[in-house]
């Protein structure tokens, strides 16, 4: 959008940011930071250094925050969420190829495989991340904001808790990587609906050419000497 959100445009895309946090919740249970991912690793005959290796990449990649973080604000912080967020979705999806790698090529092979999957997920989930808590500051409201917090909050959990049952009574009921497979499936679905909920919510304008972006790099620049 070219110019700043009113209030009450504020106001009127909070119900969608609540959609997106808890379709966003159970992608996330579906996939890389539920139980089952660990369970999907082991059933890929991983040993536990590769899977915590492999799954260490999740938080490691946050460190790129600090030097793409002008980037994005350039680009805009709605923009940069919603590309990079579909970028992991559809990342996610070759997943669903592990089977037939696994069958294909062995063991080593689908180690690398699913390694450069996580890898890729990771490094765009990070960037999403560091448009969105800026994005998030400018379309929730401040007198609203402690509020909207806990109900986000609230509804993430509940979707979680349920998504947790959901995910283990499939594993269960399972042979093989058929019931991982169909979590994947269905939290890539879910994925989806997060990033169309996300793009019904205001956003400013990309500040290229702007004194904000050059004010950003200054302060990228002064927050990596500290």
């Known amino acids: 959008m070219s110019t700043e959100p009113t209030t009450a445009d504020k106001l009127r895309s909070l119900p ?5 946090s808890t379709a966003n919740s159970v992608f996330s249970q579906f996939t890389y930071f539920g139980s089952a ?3 999907f690793l082991s059933e890929l005959g991983l040993s536990k250094s590769q899977m915590g290796s492999l799954l260490s990449l999740l938080p490691f990649a946050n ?3 600090l030097f793409i973080a002008p980037t994005v604000a350039r ?3 709605k923009r940069s969420f919603l590309f990079s967020w579909s970028a992991r979705s559809g990342a996610t999806l070759f997943l669903l190829l592990t089977p037939m790698v696994s069958v294909q090529f062995g063991t080593e092979a689908l ?6 999957i996580v890898a890729i997920f990771a490094i765009w989930r990070s960037v999403g991340m560091t448009a969105r808590l800026p994005w998030v500051q400018e379309f929730v409201p401040n007198s609203v904001r402690a509020k909207f917090s806990a109900v986000n909050n609230m509804f993430s959990q509940m979707a979680a808790f349920v998504a947790i049952i959901i995910a283990g009574y499939v594993v269960e009921r399972s042979i093989g990587l ?6 994947f499936a269905v939290g890539v ?13 205001p956003g400013r304008a990309p500040t290229k050419g702007t004194s904000t972006e050059s004010a950003s790099h200054r302060e990228m620049f002064k927050a990596a000497l500290d």
């Open 63 to 65: 460190l790129i925050a």
């Open 111 to 116: 180690l690398v495989y699913v390694t450069v």
């Open 189 to 201: 679905q879910f994925g989806c609906i997060s990033v169309w909920s996300g793009s019904h919510i």
């Open 178 to 183: 058929s019931g991982f497979i169909l979590l």
């Open 37 to 39: 991912f660990v369970l």
């Open 16 to 20: 969608w940011d609540v959609g997106f």
């Open 75 to 77: 680009f805009g912080y």
